[in-house]
């Protein structure tokens, strides 16, 4: 059972923006930053954002992410077909001994 | 450029040991500031994080699983290891080996995965 808890579903037509929201603690979100992933079908997640709101080189900037407090999000702007799949966001934990997190992911659709 | 490879059984027994080989090439596991781990993901369901390992040697476990999860690493051939005891249907899985910087949040890099079931 993660700590980080995302919303199992999210869908949008093309472009349309779509937001994911990622809520944590103080133990992780509030103490670390934060990483979002992208998954599609059948293949290693990639990774989408670093540092909070930093794209590695390659990613469009369609997509960005930001955070506050407990809280991470993800905005999808200017939605794309090949945007449909599952995206995950990460952090470490720092409660007693630290691990790594990811939250329970949200299914993005475009309609 | 970095290639992460897993190997290992692909069906393991109840209550044995699984145990998977990530083979790195384009990269030395002794380079300092980078995490070697490991992360799963049961048939149509999320991403667990199992494990890691610093170039250091400090080891770092999922709370879940630390009482059954040993990372290792052999230097002279470059690979590290899981070995994960007294698994069940529940260990079921797709297992990712995992490059993570410490210090360049941008290092992230994935092997394609290999599934893993258990079944008697």
């Known amino acids: 059972q993660s700590v980080l808890t995302q919303p199992p579903s999210a869908s949008g037509t093309p472009g349309q923006r779509v937001t994911i929201s990622c809520s944590g603690s103080?133990?992780?979100?509030?103490?670390?930053?934060v990483k979002w992933y992208q998954q599609l079908p059948g293949t290693a997640p990639k990774l989408l954002i670093y540092?909070?709101?930093q794209r590695p080189s390659g990613v469009p900037d369609r997509f960005s992410g930001s955070k506050s407090d407990t809280s991470a999000s993800l905005a999808i702007s200017g939605l794309q077909s090949e945007d449909e799949a599952d995206y995950y966001c990460?952090?470490?934990?720092?409660?007693?001994?630290?691990?790594?997190?990811f939250g329970t992911g949200t299914k993005v659709t475009v309609l | 450029q970095l290639q992460l490879q897993e190997s290992g059984p692909r069906l393991v027994k109840p209550s044995e040991t699984l145990s998977l080989t990530c083979t790195v090439s384009?990269?030395?596991?002794?380079?300092?500031?980078?995490?070697w781990g490991w992360v799963r993901q049961p048939p149509g369901k999320g991403l667990e994080w199992i494990g890691d390992?610093?170039?250091?040697?400090?080891?770092y476990y999922n709370p879940s699983l630390k009482s059954r999860v040993t990372i290792l690493v052999d230097t002279s051939k470059n690979q590290f290891f899981l070995e994960l005891s007294s698994v069940t249907a529940a260990d079921t899985a797709v297992y990712y080996c995992?490059?993570?910087?410490?210090?360049?949040?941008?290092?992230?890099?994935w092997g394609p995965g290999t599934l893993v079931t258990v079944s008697s």
């Open positions: 540092s909070n709101n």
């Open positions: 995992v490059r993570k910087g410490a210090y360049v949040a941008a290092t992230d890099d």
């Open positions: 990460a952090t470490w934990d720092d409660s007693l001994n630290a691990f790594y997190v």
């Open positions: 390992i610093y170039y250091s040697g400090s080891t």
């Open positions: 103080s133990s992780n979100i509030g103490s670390n930053t």
């Open positions: 384009g990269a030395s596991v002794t380079n300092s500031g980078y995490y």
